[in-house]
């Protein structure tokens, strides 16, 4: 069976951790603490809480825990969390794992530099100079097809990750480059008002090179501080969970069988378990 | 029962060079032979050696390249099969963590 992750929250914490947990979840099953395992004897396999608040409640598993504050960070010590996960730079030299407060899975969206999005866009029959305008909150695969393929793009909402993870050359308003931490000119155009954000992105549309550079620079800037993934793979690793690729073909079988919802006590499970035998290790083996 | 992959022309050949006598192997040739007479199935049998032989280089070849055009397919099939199972576990997961955060939430305000 695949590992257990839970999430335990208060109500006004719960919906930070989606993004994160999305990407730490990943090869595990992901159930809400309180729903699933409050009440019951079978514990998951770790917890991920956003705030030190819920500590308490949870039993002696693997956890991670979300803290805002030194205090925060010091309940977390004292709680024996596994790892404390903070968006506060000062709190990253005390130990936690720094995590973006809007990020994206960098690793997942391939880099799409200028020259390949005219390649593209010639190929599909759509206008040399395509410039968009982005402001939906979720991701779509439409959203995606016209950020990979745009000339520039002008991005005003929570979707700006995204755009700098695949290399879009962007315009925004100077209110989202702040809040991201994004400098005007190096990593994107800074325009105020829809007029101007469109008149800076036709002109960077225009300009090969400009769009070349902030394509490039962008995509560097979501590597470095957008990126869920690195903190991601280091609380799994924390937290004991293993994913089912890195677990080699044992752990891809298994996670065959979750997915067609195989019961524990199925045939085929002890089938799988005693052909698979082999490919654990033995005490003897593990031992000096 | 001979093997159809023996050569039984080339194995009486072998048996008559080391001197052995002929053995009751003929006896159990595939029955081709129904009506026709004895000399005519050897006749038969020779020439499809023969055909046999000269096309198996032929055969062998284009049994390679089917298969490594098939390889290639299979390999790309392959791999999208991974990118969309990778997805589907990505979305999979993304909802499953929508949902626990909504379960944290709603229990709060119950």
């Known amino acids: 069976m695949s590992a257990v992750l839970a999430l335990a929250a208060t109500p006004t914490t719960a919906r930070r951790a989606i993004g994160l ?20 004897d079978p514990q998951p396999t770790a917890v991920l809480a956003t705030s030190p ?3 308490d409640e949870l039993p002696d598993v693997p956890t991670a825990v979300w803290v805002d504050d030194r205090e925060g960070l010091r309940r977390a010590l004292a709680h024996d969390a596994e790892v404390a996960i903070s968006t506060s730079p000062d709190l990253v030299d005390h130990g936690a794992i720094p995590v973006p407060r809007w990020g994206v899975e960098v690793a997942r969206w391939p880099v799409l530099p200028p020259v390949a999005r005219a390649l593209h866009r010639r190929q599909l029959g759509l206008p040399e100079d395509l410039v968009v305008a982005v402001d939906h909150p979720v991701a ?4 995606v097809t016209v950020l990979a393929l745009a000339a520039a793009a002008v991005v005003s909402g929570p979707l700006l990750p995204l755009a700098l993870a695949l290399g879009t050359p ?22 105020s008002g829809p007029a101007a ?10 300009y090969d090179h400009g769009a070349a550079a902030l394509s490039r620079r962008g995509r560097r800037f979501a590597e470095r501080h957008l990126d869920l993934g690195r903190p991601a793979e280091l609380v799994r690793q924390r937290l004991g969970l293993v994913s089912s690729v890195a677990a080699g073909p044992p752990g891809r079988l298994l996670a065959r069988l979750d997915e067609l919802a195989t019961p524990p006590d199925a045939r ?6 005693a052909a698979l035998a082999p490919f654990t290790p033995s005490e003897r083996m593990i031992a000096p | 029962m001979t093997h159809p992959a023996i050569d039984i022309d080339a194995v009486a050949r072998l048996r008559r060079q080391l001197g052995r006598p002929e053995p009751a192997l003929r006896a159990v040739e595939p029955a081709t032979s129904g009506a026709a007479s004895p000399a005519a199935t050897t006749l038969a049998g020779r020439a499809r050696s023969v ?39 990505r979305t999979r997961t993304a909802h499953a963590a929508e949902l626990a955060a909504l379960h944290e939430q709603v229990r709060g305000r119950s």
């Open chain 1, 268 to 273: 085929i499970r002890s089938r799988a378990d």
């Open chain 1, 170 to 191: 962007v315009v925004t308003g100077p209110e989202t480059a702040r809040r991201f931490g994004l400098q005007a000119g190096i990593e994107v155009e800074v325009a």
């Open chain 2, 51 to 89: 055909a046999g032989r000269l096309a198996a280089p032929v055969v062998e070849r284009a049994r390679q390249e089917l298969a490594r055009a098939a390889a290639h397919e299979q390999a790309a099939l392959r791999a999208d099969l991974a990118d969309l199972r990778a997805e589907l576990d």
């Open chain 1, 21 to 40: 947990l999305s990407v730490v979840g990943l090869g595990t099953e992901v159930v809400s603490w309180h729903r699933a395992f409050a009440a019951t």
């Open chain 1, 140 to 143: 779509t695969d439409d959203i």
């Open chain 1, 53 to 55: 608040d819920v500590l």
């Open chain 1, 197 to 206: 954000a469109d008149r800076a992105a036709r002109a960077l549309a225009a």
